[in-house]
């Protein structure tokens, strides 16, 4: 019989990679995130080998850290050198002068707004530079000397001078769609699996689903997810190293302006730039004004909008809450939030209830050196391409109205909720379904219905531990009779 490794060779032929966990190790040693890692594997590879000498030197050059910006301007200011480096660019048109301002936040450049811009006829030629939540491309930059509009003096400026995107493939969801038609429900949760960076033969069936569950936010708008885990299974790792186009948080003190909109700099926040936005260590994280910023949070959460002074703005990004819980709290009928500090901003319903579904993290296993993926399996960057663009997509969600059904009476927060997971999780595992009639009920009601109700169960069950004013059962939600 195939291999499955065979079948994605097959299926997936540009797509896919070789993953040896020795060669992770190598790029993980550079600081570079999997998505990267496997661009520069297909790009510096032929077959199973690589040229590790070339790889350093894009990676030296080409990839700059944030600790790298002040070689960066020393580069462009005092040795007058063009920069040519991969990195995200936002652009945004002042409404005031007319110009196209940039911004490489992952590098924190500019420092102030106005002091980096970008040649107009780039706009007109690569219309990805407008997307709100930003482009990735290999931008040219140099250091001029010019008169800003509507000033009279001559200021030194950034400005991007060439753009080429970073779209090393063709998003074709037809493709994908077709392909996934060629897989059973358990091979393409190993495929998954695989793209992960995790050995499916190191899981169970149910912790499959749990760790396949994490990439929720990757392909629904305004997914949120509570997650709470032992140490060591691997939450940092999906949403720190997977994607490109989500944001961690790691402990520490997070600003309103930092998370929506920053009026000094006037400059949109995370959650108008990424898919999602991860706070981890949600034990150690304080908000400087702490009820300005849950009033913020709580109409986020539930509307996608938000305001900052006369400022209103949308944005399509999951939060997500990360944390461990101690091994006394692992257990089910238990208050998971009782390791929070009493006046934890997390330890509050009204904010819990807008929470979508909770993730068990100590269902999962703890990573170990066996569960990394080796052999074929689709490139990190192909991957998340697909799950980004799968965000967009109407037609699970109406598939998931037409097949579910519930009392009249039951609590919107709740429908919402489990729709919205399921339909996630629909995106995820059924990619290939045009109707109703494409789906296999039972597979669905299983990975799908079940897991969502479980989710959603669990922050109903902590609610009311917090406040009995909430109900801790669900509506009966099942499926529709075809």
């Known amino acids: 019989m195939e291999s499955l490794e065979e079948k994605i060779k097959k299926v997936f032929p540009s797509e896919s990679v070789y993953k040896d966990p020795q060669r992770s190790k190598f790029f993980s040693s550079l600081n570079i995130p999997s998505y990267l890692r496997d661009w520069l594997i297909k790009k510096f590879s032929d077959g199973e080998s690589i040229d590790l000498d070339k790889v350093r030197e894009f990676i030296r050059t080409k990839i700059p850290r944030k600790e790298d910006v002040p070689i960066i301007k020393d580069i462009l200011i005092n040795r007058c050198e063009r920069v040519e480096i991969l990195a995200k660019i ?5 409404i005031k002068t007319g110009e196209a301002l940039i911004s490489l936040p992952e590098l924190g450049i500019p420092d102030k707004k106005g002091q980096a811009r970008i040649e107009k006829h780039l706009l007109q030629k690569y219309d990805d530079l407008l997307s709100l939540e930003g482009s990735w491309g290999v931008v040219t930059l140099e250091w001029r000397t010019e008169i800003p509009a509507l000033k009279k003096k001559e200021e030194g400026r950034i400005v991007c001078v060439d753009y080429k995107p970073f779209k090393p493939y063709r998003v074709d969801l037809e493709y994908f769609r077709e392909a996934r038609k060629r897989f059973t429900i358990e091979e393409w949760m ?59 948080v790691s402990g520490g003190s997070i600003t309103r302006a930092k998370l929506f909109y920053d009026v000094q ?40 909008e938000y305001r900052v002074g006369n400022y209103k703005g949308v944005g399509e990004a ?31 319903s009204a904010l819990i209830d807008r929470f979508h579904g909770f993730i068990k993290g100590w269902k999962l296993p703890k990573v170990k050196e066996g569960m990394k993926a080796s052999g074929y399996a689709l490139n990190v960057e192909y991957f998340t391409e697909i799950l980004h663009a799968l965000r967009k997509e109407p037609l ?21 909720a489990i ?59 099942k499926i529709k009779e075809i």
């Not at 990424?274 to 908000?287: Q, R």
């Not at 598939?399 to 927060?413: F, G, N, Q």
Request: aromatic share 12%.
């Open 90 to 94: 936002i652009v945004d048109i002042d």
């Open 396 to 416: 699970y969600r109406a598939i998931v109205d037409e097949l579910l059904e519930y009392p009249k009476e039951s609590y919107v927060r709740d429908i919402e």
């Open 190 to 248: 190993d495929v998954i699996l695989r793209s992960m960076d995790y050995n499916p033969k190191g899981f169970e069936e149910e912790e499959k689903i749990w760790m396949i569950s994490r990439l929720i936010p990757f392909v629904e708008m305004r997914a949120n997810i509570i997650e709470l885990a032992p140490k060591g299974t691997g939450k940092t790792y999906v949403y720190s190293q997977l994607s490109k186009y989500g944001w961690l």
């Open 265 to 304: 700099k006037n400059r949109i926040g995370l959650v108008s730039m990424y898919d999602f936005v991860a706070l981890d260590e949600v034990h150690t994280i304080s908000f400087p004004n702490e009820e300005e910023m849950k009033g913020a949070l709580k109409g986020y959460l539930e509307t996608g």
């Open 318 to 348: 999951g939060i997500v809450i990360l944390g461990n819980i101690p091994v006394e709290h692992q257990k089910e009928r238990q208050f998971f939030f009782e390791s929070f500090d009493v006046d934890h901003p997390l330890r509050e």
């Open 419 to 477: 729709k919205r997971l399921c339909t996630a999780l629909m995106k995820l595992l059924f990619p290939h379904v045009s109707s109703k009639n494409d789906l296999n009920l039972e597979e669905f009601e299983k990975y799908c219905l079940d897991l969502a109700l479980e989710m959603r169960g669990t922050i109903k069950a902590q609610l009311n531990m917090m406040d009995k004013e909430y109900s801790p059962y669900l509506p009966e939600v």
